[in-house]
């Protein structure tokens, strides 16, 4: 699914009602931004207790690395 959207007043963006919907999204939701490769993809967060229980330790560290170097960050 696609549609084209506009980007608002400072900087906002909308998510289609029937997108939104269909990811069971609700205001106050969190999502994540990824810019790769001049794309943007938005990620919903989803129990993020759930989530870290499913991954392993080194996977925490390896997300852990690929957002401190993104941030420019150096450990």
Known sequence: MYRIIRIGKRNAIYIPKEIANSLNLKEGDRLVIVVEDGKIELIPVRKPSKYWAEI????????????????GINS
């Not at 392993?56 to 957002?67: A, L, Q, R, Y």
């Open 56 to 71: 392993s330790p080194e996977e925490v560290e390896e997300v852990g690395e690929e957002i401190s170097g993104s941030l």
